[in-house]
């Protein structure tokens, strides 16, 4: 045995089995190293060294555990993973270099050509893409369905249909699709369902918990918070994500430790900045109902949402992302847009700045125009998600922008 200092703070690591969301996100994973350091490590290594050859030959051929060279593992990603799959109560999770690179890896552990995937219709524009140009390069087929339709869910059953993959609240839309329901269809079917559960999180809803068997993220968006990285990750069963993990290690779609650990000290903010940002999103979607220029906003947590029951059933609030048209076309979407002062023009999602899109021209702009309609996303449409500033300082940029009109 080593003749190491002992960590002062494993005493705490056996109490953590009851705790709540805020405290797994804050102590889960952490196993301090002999230094006793307070806040979590960073181990920012390519490769991890051996006391001898024998040991190095140990570790390669599996017969012991422990870290080898970090495309497979690294201590700070790992506790990433072990928080995360903490908090969204999974068995384990494996950690990506983006939320594309989860999916990617999601489909190589898991899929095999003649694989037939189902899919909301109304998921984020690269996850389209993913799978109509680059997974049908491998024999594995997509049928894209409408998220809130569950006849067209069990309608593009296939016998290989292998994978139900879902986003709700949808991008931009807010569509909620029933994931315990959803999940019956899968099982019923000998299928997978994955959630895409960027936009609520473990803060606001835990898929697992609802019947799905895996959730992947881009942990680029809140689980970071504050838009400083690139990452993702992918949790479920222990026997699936090894699969997962199988891929990652070979095809090196693995998440570099600075960025783990920007995510790490994310999460522990994660719930109070999601209940604080939809407690905003919900004001401001309330008000942009009543201006004149506006034709219709979506948001789950309008009673005016066609499925404002279900988000509230399962999600325990209504996130910080709405979108809105505005009375016109692409022309006035711009004019509001750039009418305003405060709020970041950017694409990026989930931070504590708020930020202002026009999907159509921009993340929804490499779908064709058919794609794009059945998706129902407009020329006149305005994405906002909905950050941490004052509220009124928010409302007063939106109406300056409002009034460009
Ligand atoms: C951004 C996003 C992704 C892709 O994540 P990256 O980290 O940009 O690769 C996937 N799904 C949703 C819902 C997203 O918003």
Redesign the pocket.
């Known amino acids: 045995m080593s003749s190491k200092p002992k960590a002062p703070s494993s005493r705490l690591d056996s109490d953590l089995t009851d705790a709540e969301l805020a405290t797994l996100a804050i102590r889960a994973g952490h196993q301090r190293t002999p230094e006793g350091e307070h806040s979590e490590p960073i181990f920012p290594t390519s490769s991890f060294v051996f006391h001898s050859a024998a040991q190095a030959a140990a570790r390669f051929g599996g017969d012991e555990d422990g870290n080898i060279y970090s495309r497979f593992t690294n201590p700070t990603v790992r506790l990433f993973e072990q928080r995360i799959a903490a908090m969204e109560e999974g068995e384990r999770a494996v950690a990506t270099s983006?939320?594309?690179?989860a999916i990617l890896s999601l489909g190589m552990g898991l899929l095999s050509q003649g694989d037939h995937i189902v899919c909301s219709y109304s998921v984020?524009g690269?996850?389209v893409s993913l799978f109509t140009k680059y997974f049908s390069k491998a024999g594995i087929r997509t049928t894209f369905v409408d998220p809130s339709d569950l006849d067209a869910w069990r309608g593009a059953l296939e016998p290989d249909t292998k994978l139900l993959f879902l986003?709700t609240p949808s991008?931009p839309l807010a569509e909620i699709a029933d994931i315990r329901a959803i999940s019956e269809i899968a099982h019923q079917h000998g299928a997978l369902l994955a959630v895409?559960n960027?936009?609520c999180t473990p803060a606001l809803q835990k898929p697992l918990l609802l019947g799905a068997d895996i959730v992947i993220h881009?942990a680029?968006?809140f689980l970071d918070g504050q838009g400083r990285c690139?990452?993702?990750v992918v949790i479920g069963p222990d026997a699936l994500m090894e699969e997962v993990f199988g891929f990652v290690r070979t095809g090196g779609t693995c998440l570099s430790p600075f960025n783990a650990w920007v995510f790490i000290k994310g999460l522990e903010t994660l719930e109070l900045r999601l209940k604080a940002q939809s407690a905003q999103a919900m004001e401001l979607a309330q008000w942009l109902q009543q201006q004149p220029q506006i034709e219709r906003v979506h948001y789950s947590g309008l009673d005016t949402h066609p499925q404002h029951q279900l988000a509230a059933q399962q999600q325990s609030a209504f996130g910080a992302v709405l979108a809105f048209e505005v009375k016109g076309g692409q022309e006035q979407a711009w004019s509001v847009i750039d009418g305003t002062r405060m709020i970041s023009i950017t694409g990026n999602?989930g931070d504590t700045k708020t930020t202002i899109t026009h999907p159509a021209t921009t993340t929804h702009g490499r779908l064709s125009d058919d794609e794009r309609a059945q998706a129902g996303i407009k020329d006149n449409l305005i994405r906002v998600s909905v950050g941490l500033e004052a509220l009124d300082d928010i409302r007063s940029d939106l109406q300056r922008g409002l009034a460009a009109l």
Do not use: Y
């Open positions: 983006s939320g594309m690179a984020f690269s996850t986003e991008n895409d960027c936009f881009s680029t968006k690139i990452g993702g999602l």
